[in-house]
């Protein structure tokens, strides 16, 4: 089972931030969050991982929290393509992922 | 660079048949997992596959195997399918440098047993 919790589902305005929250109470010291999202009719795609810092790419930015307990992805200005289902996935690097239902974002117009 | 392709897209097979699905992984990765995504079930890990070696196993039963060839292109196959078989199949690659590489997914083989 996985061992993230995520929202089934979140809205957001197209431009506006999507904040995507994820729990991961039961995290151990050496396993990474990642995040993946999947388009409709596509494969997961990577977004971005972290482990403790907080991190940023040109996709998006991932915040931990200092007891690495959760996490929130940012994307920063929405748009009608960032409509997917996100996951958010722990894991130690080298074992396959365990994926959870994830959120389904819908971007608005 | 070319992605993660999966052949074919699309399959339809009847009860009792066997099925073979094709990865050819990105360019220089030697890392091959497949995922089985269905609506009730989300997204499983079937196996992945490193230097020919079949390296994890998720928990599905014997009908469902592997391989890995020395190109690193990968097979699944399925025996004696199921109703409940039909799904998409996702192959998923990654670089296996000694520090994390993300999985790059395929688009998937879409499963139908009639």
């Known amino acids: 089972d996985a061992k993230t919790t995520q929202p089934?589902?979140?809205d957001c305005a197209e431009g506006r931030a999507a904040n995507l929250p994820c729990n991961h109470s039961t995290i151990s010291g050496n396993e990474y969050v990642y995040w993946y999202r999947q388009i409709h009719s596509q494969g997961p795609q990577y977004i971005i991982h972290g482990l403790k810092n907080n991190e940023t790419n040109e996709m998006a930015s991932l915040i931990i929290t200092e007891d690495r307990k959760s996490s929130t992805l940012i994307l920063p200005h929405a748009t009608l393509r960032d409509t997917a289902v996100y996951y958010c996935i722990e894991g130690i690097y080298g074992q396959n992922f365990v994926f959870g239902p994830g959120t389904r974002l819908s971007v608005l117009p | 660079k070319a992605g993660v392709t999966q052949t074919p897209r699309y399959l339809i097979k009847t009860r009792g048949q066997q099925v073979t699905l094709s990865c050819s992984p990105i360019s220089g990765h030697r890392s091959v997992s497949w995922y089985q995504q269905t609506p009730g079930q989300g997204l499983q890990f079937l196996f992945e596959y490193f230097s020919e070696t079949q390296r994890n196993k998720g928990n599905f039963p014997g009908r469902f195997s592997g391989r890995q060839f020395s190109n690193s292109r990968s097979e699944m196959n399925v025996s004696?399918?199921?109703?409940?078989?039909?799904?998409l199949y996702l192959c998923a690659s990654s670089l296996e440098g000694g520090v994390f590489q993300p999985q790059h997914f395929g688009d998937g083989t879409r499963l139908s047993i009639l």
Not at chain 2, 80 to 87: I, Q, R
């Open chain 1, 8 to 10: 089934p589902s979140m």
């Open chain 2, 80 to 87: 004696t399918l199921e109703l409940g078989d039909s799904a």
